[in-house]
């Protein structure tokens, strides 16, 4: 059964940096065509995809945040960390992480799996 | 970025009714579309991938279907835990994009 968990501050000052940690079971990051991905949800708004890290240590990230964001995985312990710097009012929101699915049979990706989510909050 | 409309932003609908929702691409993902559930507090849902496969353990009355731009969720028969609000997301380009949602009401 694979399961993930987000944790980290439930509070940041602006200009600080996040540091999000999403530790997982029932799968591993060594295995071929796994990824590790994080998706936000602003309050009453629309998810938004971050980041995402695969088996083989390629990353994405989002075009709008690329600059701001930086992903590691350590294998060993079965976590993968963001961190997002310059933290911003606006950044305040729900962090989900989640497990992406590659299906072999059909070649589709999704993310099958979530985390419960952390909320953020950005605020002096 | 491809950018994803679904429409309606909100429908409100009767248990036992059926519910239409469509996702809206602006350029062609071809079936590299998938659909979530989400509900406040929890964590979203895997509905369909590929446009049209049902995930592990979703139950018949979701049906997916499309391909290139045009993609719709079909829920045949609303049961009381269906209403929530329901995402599309491309995984056809980088980045990775979601719609803005659908949010199904009871009436």
């Known amino acids: 059964q694979i399961t993930l968990k987000e944790s980290g501050p439930t509070l940041v000052k602006p200009t600080q940096t996040l540091t999000l940690t999403c530790t997982f079971s029932?799968?591993?990051?060594?295995?071929?065509?796994?990824?590790v991905g994080w998706i936000r949800q602003p309050p009453g708004k629309a998810l938004e995809w971050l980041a995402l890290?695969?088996?083989?240590?390629?990353?994405q990230y989002s075009p709008s945040l690329k600059s701001r964001l930086t992903m590691s995985k350590d294998t060993s312990k079965n976590q993968v960390v963001l961190t997002m710097t310059n933290m911003d009012p606006v950044d305040t929101a729900t962090y989900f992480c989640?497990?992406?699915?590659?299906?072999?049979?059909?070649?589709?990706?999704?993310?099958?799996?979530w985390g419960p989510g952390t909320m953020v909050t950005v605020s002096s | 970025e491809i950018v994803l409309t679904q429409s309606p932003a909100t429908m409100s609908l009767s248990p036992g009714e059926r519910a239409t929702l469509s996702c809206r691409a602006s350029?062609?993902?071809?079936?590299?579309l998938a659909w979530y559930q989400h509900k406040p507090g929890q964590a979203p849902r895997l509905l369909i991938f590929?446009?049209?496969k049902r995930a592990t353990g979703i139950p018949a009355r979701f049906s997916g279907s499309g391909s290139g731009t045009v993609f719709t969720l079909t829920i045949s028969s609303l049961e009381p835990d269906d209403f929530a609000i329901y995402y599309c997301?491309?995984?056809?380009?980088?980045?990775?994009?979601f719609g803005q949602g659908t949010r199904l009401d009871i009436k």
């Open positions: 989640a497990h992406e699915l590659y299906d072999i049979m059909t070649g589709f990706n999704s993310f099958d799996i």
């Open positions: 029932g799968f591993s990051l060594r295995s071929r065509e796994v990824g």
């Open positions: 890290i695969y088996w083989d240590g390629e990353e």
């Open positions: 350029q062609s993902v071809s079936t590299f």
């Open positions: 590929g446009a049209s």
């Open positions: 997301q491309q995984r056809s380009n980088w980045p990775i994009t």
